[in-house]
């Protein structure tokens, strides 16, 4: 059988979904410190990411939450690529879940007219790395992030993609 994906905007209904997808993958399998009170934005994420430019969105199967993604609006149409999570299952090719929720974030960004996506990651997310720079964005300095851009003290790799 095979499993239908999803990418729906976020709604409150899927909060407590998000959070425990999301602190799994960085305490269970990635044994990352950080906790839920490291991170208020998931609490509060209409009011921090669904506003001007930007969106959360989630890619639900069977109504799970399977994975995330967001763009936080920096301002200058300038985007922040953050909460980008798969559960284990649901990544690789079979699923594409990432793809089908990065290419919501492309979508998304043509119709506000963001013209650049940055992102921060860790050094341990090393197959992330790999699948940002198979899908265009490059790796930058932290000098050479807009002064607006958030960056976690966690993030030590930076990418940028430009919007055609």
């Known amino acids: 059988m095979e499993t239908k994906i999803e990418v729906k905007e976020y709604t409150s209904g899927y909060q407590s979904q998000v959070v425990d997808l999301i602190l799994h993958i960085q305490q269970q399998e990635y044994g990352i410190p950080i906790t839920k009170e490291d991170q208020p934005d998931l609490f ?8 001007e430019n930007g969106n959360f969105w989630v890619a639900v199967s069977d109504e799970r939450v399977v994975g995330t993604i967001a763009l936080l609006d920096i301002g200058n149409h300038q985007g922040a690529l953050r909460k980008v999570f798969v559960a284990k299952e649901f990544r690789g090719k079979v699923h594409k879940t990432a793809i089908l929720l990065l290419n919501k974030v492309f979508e998304w960004g043509r119709k506000k007219e963001v013209n650049e996506i940055f ?29 607006a851009f958030p960056i976690l003290k966690i993030d030590k790799k930076f990418y940028r993609y430009v919007i055609s």
């Open 44 to 51: 509060n994420i209409e009011n921090f990411y669904q506003k």
């Open 119 to 147: 992102l921060g990651t860790t050094l341990q997310f090393v197959a992330a790395h790999r699948f940002y720079e198979k899908h265009g964005f490059e790796e930058i300095t932290a000098e050479e992030l807009p002064a």
